[in-house]
């Protein structure tokens, strides 16, 4: 795999054993003793991600505010510290990506998205800048180390000179972690507490290897992207590229809580007000299958013998010890508790519609 790209921490994954994986260019850990063990490190315990493939993307100048708010659905004019989930769309309401805006000062800003979209967002981004923006891509500027799980707090507390818990959800802070600065965030994606670091490249291996000597005693694990992706699926929080995408808009994805329809115009909101007004034809649904099998990305879903969805995500929960799934259906269809059929290798399998998230 000497084609892809390599974050500072690779050598240290191998050393560890991991398995690796091509994950959207990149050549990154699935595992290292297991996913189900690592699951559950970070559900009880904690666990230490390396996800500095990630993209960030800086925008600064005068007319950053405007721009931003623009540029993604959400509502960024907050105060500075603050870390907004958002998706940024198309003019028709397709979503180009979701991602975090960290807002580091008044004018600068901080746009975390998914490494295989990263070209494609900057790309946007410098396109529709105005003459008073500057946007740059960042990306192998840092590297981004997540802390997650419920003994996330104690175990980086040991690390800081601050009192960490005054750190609230989706706040961020520049200090210090075992005597190195760094951007420190409370934020993740896997449903549990924790905290997310961008950091100098050079210092990954020693921040990863301080952290993990702090952990000892609280059962931390490193944990690949194959569990990430079981933790994420449990919290319903939705993958780009199986979940949402270009085709999908965030109203049938169920991220309405994202589209701030009462702030300045921005990119998709014309074709978003009429979606909201007609209403969705579809929606994103969770379910569990009631037989045996893994429910696929692209697998039918069927009501009635009769083609009425697709799924998007499915996984083996190891938290509810039961195979779940997400996926759109037919909005007539969608109501808790319906009986649907999933299509595994032309096998059906049946499943029932559930809540969100699946815990």
């Known amino acids: 795999m000497d084609y892809l790209k390599k974050t500072a921490l690779n050598q240290l994954h191998h050393n560890l054993g991991a398995k690796?994986?091509?994950?959207?260019?990149?050549?990154m850990p699935v595992q290292y003793t297991g996913i189900i063990e690592e699951h559950q490190a970070?559900?009880?315990?904690?666990?230490?991600?390396?996800?500095?493939?990630?993209?960030?993307?800086?925008?600064?100048?005068?007319g950053a505010t405007s721009?931003?708010?623009?540029?993604?659905?959400?509502?960024?004019?907050?105060?500075?510290?603050?870390?907004?989930?958002?998706?940024?769309?198309?003019?028709?309401?397709?979503?180009?990506?979701?991602?975090?805006?960290?807002?580091?000062?008044?004018?600068?800003?901080?746009?975390?998205?998914?490494?295989?979209?990263?070209?494609?967002?900057?790309?946007?981004?410098?396109?529709?800048?105005?003459?008073d923006v500057n946007a740059r891509d960042l990306t192998d500027q840092f590297g981004l180390l997540a802390l997650q799980g419920p003994k996330s707090e104690e175990v980086l507390s040991s690390l800081v000179n601050f009192d960490l818990s005054e750190l609230k959800p989706f706040r961020l802070l520049n200090e210090k972690v075992?005597?190195?600065?760094?951007?420190?965030?409370?934020?993740?994606?896997t449903g549990e507490d924790g905290f997310e670091l961008y950091l100098n490249p050079d210092l990954a291996e020693t921040i990863?290897?301080?952290?993990?000597?702090?952990?000892?005693?609280?059962?931390i694990m490193p944990a690949g992207l194959g569990c990430r992706n079981t933790l994420r699926l449990e919290a319903a929080l939705c993958l780009y590229g199986n979940d949402i995408d270009e085709e999908i808009n965030p109203l049938e994805a169920?991220?309405?809580?994202?589209?701030?329809?009462?702030?300045?115009?921005?990119?998709?909101?014309?074709?978003?007000l009429e979606i909201s007004d007609a209403g969705v034809d579809r929606k994103l649904i969770g379910f569990i299958l009631k037989d045996r099998g893994i429910a696929r990305h692209g697998y039918d879903i069927e009501v009635n013998d009769k083609k009425a969805g697709f799924v998007t995500s499915g996984s083996f929960s190891p938290t509810l010890d039961e195979n779940i799934g997400m996926g759109y259906l037919q909005n007539q269809?969608?109501?808790?508790?319906?009986?649907?059929?999933?299509?595994?290798?032309?096998?059906?399998?049946?499943a029932k519609v559930v809540e969100l998230p699946f815990i």
């Open 20 to 27: 690796m994986i091509d994950f959207g260019g990149w050549e």
């Open 67 to 131: 721009y931003v708010n623009k540029l993604v659905t959400n509502q960024i004019d907050v105060e500075v510290g603050r870390v907004i989930y958002t998706p940024m769309c198309y003019e028709d309401g397709g979503i180009i990506d979701d991602l975090l805006v960290y807002r580091i000062k008044p004018d600068h800003y901080m746009l975390v998205v998914n490494a295989s979209n990263k070209d494609k967002d900057f790309e946007w981004i410098s396109k529709n800048a105005p003459d």
């Open 333 to 350: 269809y969608a109501e808790v508790g319906r009986e649907i059929s999933i299509l595994i290798r032309n096998r059906e399998v049946k």
């Open 208 to 219: 990863w290897n301080s952290i993990m000597e702090a952990g000892e005693d609280y059962g």
């Open 178 to 189: 075992n005597g190195h600065e760094m951007i420190i965030s409370r934020t993740g994606y």
């Open 254 to 272: 169920g991220l309405n809580w994202t589209v701030k329809f009462d702030k300045d115009d921005f990119y998709g909101k014309s074709a978003l």
């Open 42 to 62: 970070v559900r009880n315990n904690c666990g230490l991600f390396d996800v500095s493939h990630m993209g960030e993307i800086e925008i600064t100048g005068p």
